[in-house]
């Protein structure tokens, strides 16, 4: 059995459904609502009690932290004592390439490398879904907006990395690594627009914010630290978050989809 937590978002969702086509018995964990057909409980890694009851018997645990518990504090050793005390053999943290280049703290990564347990981390560049922030705006006015519109960033697609965490949480051999994922090749914001326009068969037009504007919107749903964070790898990333990495055509044996991929199967959202 392998438990899933943030199981209904941009990463979740499709490993859980991954995993189940896969023939593997999941526990969907998360805030709210489940999902179909799959078992679910009810936690938050902000209150690490929660989560005990999802563990019993699980083989793997896939946790994933949000923005606002990453802005909270708190101690990300007791979710780790959580399931070490749940006799979880293995654990795949979602962490972030930020990590790797020194722009986010490595406190929650510390805590899982020194669990005790069989662990892997994924670590992920801009995430393709990041795109769904346009959705209102260009299926009301055909518009999107954001800032350093000709900054480019090897954006990974959020099923690739679902489907690297589906290989690390089923297969022997990654214990102990870090993976980083990223895309095929780097993609500006203004060429993300584009190709969500060429899914809808539309015009889209696209609007440069200054940071002070993107600043402005971001806090809406982020804390302060990290938005100063994601603006500092938007605008200046270094030459190690502008490049292509590997590891998603290593796990995958597949090359890496590109974002023209993503908006193609999400092109719903912004019609």
Same mark, same amino acid.
């Given at each position: ?75 990300? $050793?007791? =979710?780790?004592?959580?399931?070490? /005390?749940? #006799?979880? &053999? ?5 962490? %972030?390439?930020?990590? *790797? ?89 203004? $060429?993300? =627009?584009?190709?969500?326009?060429? /899914?809808? #068969?539309? &015009? ?5 914010? %200054?940071?002070?504007? *993107? ?57």
């Amino acid at each position: 059995m392998i438990v899933v937590t943030g199981a209904t978002g941009n990463v979740g969702r499709p490993l859980v459904e991954s995993l189940v086509a896969a023939g593997e018995e999941v526990v969907a964990v998360s805030r709210g609502t489940g999902l179909d057909g799959v078992r679910h409980h009810r936690a938050d890694l902000g209150s690490p009690s929660s989560l005990a009851p999802a563990l019993a018997g699980a083989s793997a645990v896939f946790l994933l932290t949000s923005a606002d518990y990453l802005g909270s504090g708190s101690a990300f $050793d007791e =979710v780790v004592d959580v399931v070490r /005390a749940a #006799g979880v &053999p293995r654990v795949v943290l979602l962490s %972030s390439q930020g990590v *790797a280049t020194g722009r986010h703290p490595d406190g929650i990564e510390q805590a899982v490398r020194a669990s005790g347990l069989e662990w892997t981390i994924l670590q992920p560049g801009a995430f393709s879904s990041n795109a769904f922030q346009w959705a209102q705006s260009i299926s009301g006015a055909r518009t999107a907006s954001a800032p350093f519109g000709d900054v480019a960033l090897p954006v990974v697609h959020t099923s690739d990395i679902a489907d690297a965490a589906a290989v690390v949480l089923r297969e022997d051999g990654h214990a102990g690594r870090s993976y980083v994922l990223t895309g095929p090749a780097p993609i500006t914001p203004r $060429d993300q =627009v584009a190709a969500i326009a060429e /899914a809808l #068969g539309e &015009p889209i037009d696209f609007v440069e914010l %200054s940071r002070v504007e *993107a600043k402005a919107q971001m806090l809406n749903f982020m804390p302060e630290p990290v938005v100063e964070t994601t603006l500092n790898v938007l605008g200046t990333p270094t030459p190690l978050e502008q490049a292509v990495n590997p590891d998603v055509e290593s796990l995958l044996g597949r090359p890496a989809r590109p974002f023209a991929d993503w908006a193609r199967r999400n092109v719903v959202a912004f019609k």
